[in-house]
């Protein structure tokens, strides 16, 4: 089982729609907590942190709850440019600060 | 504002043979680590370094070697080369190891023949 699961995908999604994405996680000694997008063959770009108290960059937000190791990312008005691999990802401070991927979860946004 | 270089972006090799990919941090970043991305796979983490010293050892062959510089530049040394180190390689850098948010070079795609 990964230390970091996360929705399988792909989500197809038409322009303008709300859509989620939901990951978990089994090391509770986790302390940090990202998105990362990927675009084919680049590098993982960070899209945020996520807090506990759950945090909104404009159409996108993320919640957290440490209780169920639970991490969430919502993308509302999905533009064609949101088309990318969605990585959860943790950073668990006692194993060196290394990062944590989940596999990733495919989304395409069709006109 | 400047980011993660690596180089080369792209290497043949063939079977056996030996390679070396270089990072340059992001300016002020004390803490360098290593990812390997195969097809279809996320990153999987391989070391890491924080003021050039190693800090934590992931899923690394012992054919792989690592080591941070006193400028802050990192070289991964891999020799023996074979068929399934085909992959990405990335190269992140992050200031204050275990609290920062990592930033990620764009990468070495290694193909062995």
């Known amino acids: 089982r990964k230390e970091v699961e996360q929705d399988p995908g792909p989500f197809n999604v038409p322009e303008g729609a709300t859509v989620a994405f939901n990951c978990t996680y089994s090391?509770?000694?986790?302390?940090?907590f990202f998105w990362y997008r990927q675009d084919c063959r680049k590098e993982p770009k960070l899209l945020m942190s996520?807090?506990?108290s759950g945090n909104e960059d404009g159409r996108f937000t993320a919640q957290l709850n440490r209780a169920s190791q639970y991490i969430s990312l919502l993308i509302r008005d999905s533009k064609l440019s949101d088309s990318a691999t969605y990585l959860c990802?943790?950073?668990?401070?006692?194993?060196?600060?290394?990062?944590?991927f989940g596999q990733g979860t495919e989304l395409s946004v069709k006109p | 504002a400047a980011g993660v270089i690596q180089s080369p972006r792209h290497l043949i090799k063939e079977k056996r043979e030996t390679a070396t990919l270089k990072c340059y941090p992001i300016?002020?970043?004390?803490?360098v680590y290593w990812y390997q991305q195969g097809p279809g796979q996320d990153p999987q983490f391989l070391i890491s370094?924080?003021?050039?010293?190693?800090?934590d050892k992931g899923s690394i062959p012992d054919r792989f070697s690592a080591q941070q510089f006193s400028d802050y530049h990192s070289e991964l040394n891999m020799s023996s080369l074979e068929l399934g180190d085909s992959a990405l390689y990335f190269c992140?850098?992050?200031?204050?190891?275990?609290?920062?948010?990592?930033?990620f070079g764009p990468g070495t795609r290694l193909t062995v023949l």
């Open positions: 996520v807090y506990s």
């Open positions: 090391n509770s000694a986790s302390q940090s």
């Open positions: 992140a850098s992050s200031f204050q190891t275990k609290l920062g948010e990592q930033f």
């Open positions: 990802v943790v950073n668990a401070h006692n194993q060196g600060g290394k990062l944590i």
């Open positions: 300016p002020r970043h004390d803490t």
């Open positions: 370094f924080y003021e050039k010293m190693q800090s």
